[in-house]
């Protein structure tokens, strides 16, 4: 199976850092995404992780633990648009298609 | 370059009926993939295509299908329309040269009574 997980809703302040946690089946494993989508628009494009380790990139970053099957998005200093849907999703064996988890949505307030 | 681009962006049809969808990827991108999302199960695969071939498909019912054109250019098509179809409709293309990473159209919300 292809199973992803990761929390259904977070919450968060403005100016503090939150931390999404997102697990998957190892089997089969080639790279990992993170896309964000704000209600009612396209899902954007965040990070690829296909090697263990950390990238940053601005406020964001993404960490990858290949044996561990788990991932994780790390944003600083929240802002009230960081407020959207953040889907975690991984690549099939033949790479010709994502499979994403359910998306947790997270919410900045002041 | 202009993004992905999909038509009609709103639906409405009756159970029983058919509809095509209609998505352009980004210029040069040869791969076209299409997803559902609904708010019970999120974003679900349902097939892609590469050169006006299917290379993968997703677990939903034969009434799905869909096709690529030469120009890459693809349609979905859902026949016999139930009430649980009705969801955002999304496409997304990608290019070889640039990794794995898919570029998302603005949907079509296919509501269906």
């Known amino acids: 199976g292809q199973n992803i997980d990761q929390p259904t809703e977070m919450t968060a302040t403005e100016g503090a850092i939150v931390q999404i946690n997102c697990t998957y089946q190892?089997?089969?494993?080639?790279?990992l995404f993170w896309y964000q989508q704000h209600a009612g628009e396209a899902p954007t494009f965040l990070s690829y992780?296909?090697?263990?380790g950390l990238e940053e990139k601005g406020r964001f970053s993404s960490f990858l633990s290949r044996s561990k099957g788990y991932s994780y998005l790390l944003l600083k200093e929240l802002q009230m648009k960081d407020s959207a849907s953040y889907l975690c999703a991984r690549l099939n064996q033949a790479g010709t298609a994502l499979i994403f988890g359910k998306g947790t949505t997270l919410s900045v307030s002041s | 370059k202009a993004g992905v681009t999909q038509t009609p962006r709103y639906l409405i049809k009756t159970r029983g009926q058919q509809v095509t969808l209609s998505c352009s990827p980004i210029s040069g991108h040869r791969s076209v993939s299409w997803y559902q999302q609904t708010p019970g199960q999120g974003l679900q695969f349902l097939f892609e295509?590469?050169?006006?071939?299917?290379?993968n498909k997703g677990n939903f019912p034969g009434r799905f299908s869909g096709r690529q054109f030469s120009n890459s250019r693809s349609e979905m098509n859902v026949s016999t329309l139930e009430l649980g179809d009705s969801a955002l409709y999304l496409c997304?293309?990608?290019?070889?040269?640039?990794?794995?990473?898919?570029?998302f159209g603005p949907g079509t919300r296919l509501t269906v009574t």
């Open positions: 997304a293309s990608s290019s070889p040269g640039q990794g794995y990473e898919q570029y």
């Open positions: 190892t089997s089969g494993f080639n790279g």
């Open positions: 992780n296909v090697l263990d």
């Open positions: 295509y590469f050169s006006e071939t299917q290379r």
